[in-house]
Each structure stands twice: as C-alpha cells, then as structure tokens.
C-alpha cells in the first residue's frame, strides 16, 4: 500500500496499471544514441523485435545492431540480448505507478492528473520526476531524472509517452534520454531516443517466441 500521505487516487491508477497491461504481446524496438564531446563522436542504431508478458520483457530477438555505421557481430549482438533479458538489478526502471514499488517512492500530488514521486534508491532504477494520468487513470507520460548517471553525465533526464496500443492494453510509445556532462576537458552530451511499434497479441507464449 502507498503512504498515507500519497495521494488516493494512487491506488486507483496503480490499479488501473496492472490490468492494462496483462497479456502476452511481441513489439518493435528501435534505439538510436548519438553522443559527442569535443571531436569525439559516437553513433550506436539498434533495432529489436521482443515480447512482453503482462508487461515483463522475456525475450529478444536482435534485427539490426550498427555502432558508428558499422555491423556489429554475433557475439556482440547475444551480449546485447542478454542484457535486455536479464538486465543487472537496479538498471531497469521501477515504475512508481506499479503497486509492487509503492515502498521504494514517496509521492506528491501536483494538480490535476500529475503525481510528483521521488525515491532514495541510489541506483539507474529509480529517480525523482512526474507522472501524469488520463480521466480513465491510466498513465499518459513520466518523465524523471535518475538517481544514478551513465559514466561522465553530471545530468540526465528521461521522458517516456505511453499510449494504449491495443485494446485495453497500454505500453510505451516512445522514450527520450538526454544527458550532459564531461569527458577529459570537453564538455560533452548524448540523447537516446527510443521508439516501440508493431504491436500485437498472442493467446499463449510459445506462439508469441514461435513468432519472433
């Protein structure tokens, strides 16, 4: 259960959450990084086709995996895989509006359809933002600033769109991370920008991994 102090309609939109996003449904996944400081450039494109069950990841598949223009290998694409099915404790974000990390958050109420969280937990996982919620309490938007940065970023920010996808079945849409910090004596800054399409629905997981 929330805090007390958090506001009442938290539970609802918690609630709301779980329901709309039950099922098994495979998606597109397409990730490009641009990161620059000084004359260094880094440009990394990736394409996945994954699967989700009742809103886990549990299966990749990788399509396309480029670094600066470049293919990378089969090696280096199973090591991409694995780390988005079995992510390292604390990298994955821990949704706020997900009953199951209610302890990890303390809330605010911010107006009319926006909740502030914010959350000690010094890893990637968690980070202190807002969230917003439609009249039908499902979550439009979060955007938050993580607890823990990538390697020389002094700050970050990353703002989610989620969307209902099929019927009664609500996902991210479209993710952006941007960040800025040092490298050496150059100032520096990357943005990823994350977008999910071509959902769809299977009645049972082997079709859906059959599929992918």
Same mark, same amino acid.
């Given at each position: 259960?929330?805090?007390?102090?958090? !506001? !009442?309609?938290?539970?609802?939109?918690?609630?709301?959450?779980?329901?709309?996003?039950?099922?098994?449904?495979?998606? +597109?996944?397409?990730? %490009?990084? =641009?990161?620059?400081?000084?004359?260094?450039?880094?440009?990394?494109?990736?394409?996945?086709?994954?699967?989700?069950? #009742? *809103?886990?990841? %549990? +299966?990749?598949?990788?399509?396309?995996?480029?670094? =600066?223009?470049?293919?990378?290998?089969?090696?280096?694409?199973?090591?991409?895989?694995?780390?988005?099915?079995?992510?390292? !404790?604390?990298?994955?974000?821990?949704?706020?509006? =997900? $009953?199951?990390?209610?302890?990890?958050?303390?809330?605010?109420?911010?107006? !009319? *359809?926006?909740?502030?969280?914010?959350?000690?937990?010094? =890893?990637?996982?968690? *980070? @202190?933002?807002?969230?917003?919620?439609?009249?039908? @309490?499902?979550?439009?938007?979060?955007?938050?600033?993580? #607890?823990?940065?990538?390697?020389?970023?002094?700050?970050?920010?990353?703002?989610?769109?989620?969307?209902?996808?099929?019927? @009664?079945?609500? $996902?991210?849409?479209?993710?952006?991370? #941007?960040?800025?910090?040092?490298?050496?004596?150059?100032?520096?800054?990357?943005?990823?920008?994350?977008?999910?399409?071509?959902?769809?629905?299977?009645? @049972?997981?082997?079709?859906?991994?059959?599929?992918?």
């Amino acid at each position: 259960m929330p805090a007390a102090s958090a !506001p !009442p309609v938290l539970a609802q939109v918690a609630q709301r959450f779980t329901q709309t996003s039950r099922g098994i449904v495979s998606f +597109r996944l397409h990730r %490009v990084l =641009d990161v620059h400081a000084g004359f260094s450039k880094y440009h990394r494109d990736i394409v996945l086709a994954g699967i989700y069950q #009742n *809103g886990r990841l %549990v +299966r990749v598949r990788v399509i396309s995996y480029t670094i =600066d223009g470049r293919s990378t290998d089969l090696q280096q694409q199973a090591a991409l895989a694995q780390e988005y099915q079995h992510p390292k !404790p604390g990298e994955t974000f821990a949704p706020p509006f =997900d $009953a199951r990390n209610f302890a990890d958050y303390s809330y605010q109420g911010q107006g !009319p *359809g926006t909740i502030a969280f914010a959350s000690t937990l010094r =890893d990637a996982g968690h *980070g @202190n933002g807002t969230f917003t919620y439609d009249a039908a @309490n499902s979550v439009t938007a979060f955007t938050y600033q993580p #607890n823990v940065l990538p390697p020389h970023a002094t700050w970050g920010e990353i703002a989610d769109r989620r969307a209902e996808v099929l019927p @009664n079945y609500w $996902a991210v849409t479209q993710e952006t991370q #941007n960040y800025k910090g040092r490298y050496g004596p150059f100032a520096g800054a990357a943005t990823e920008q994350v977008d999910f399409s071509d959902f769809r629905r299977f009645s @049972n997981l082997r079709s859906a991994l059959r599929r992918l």
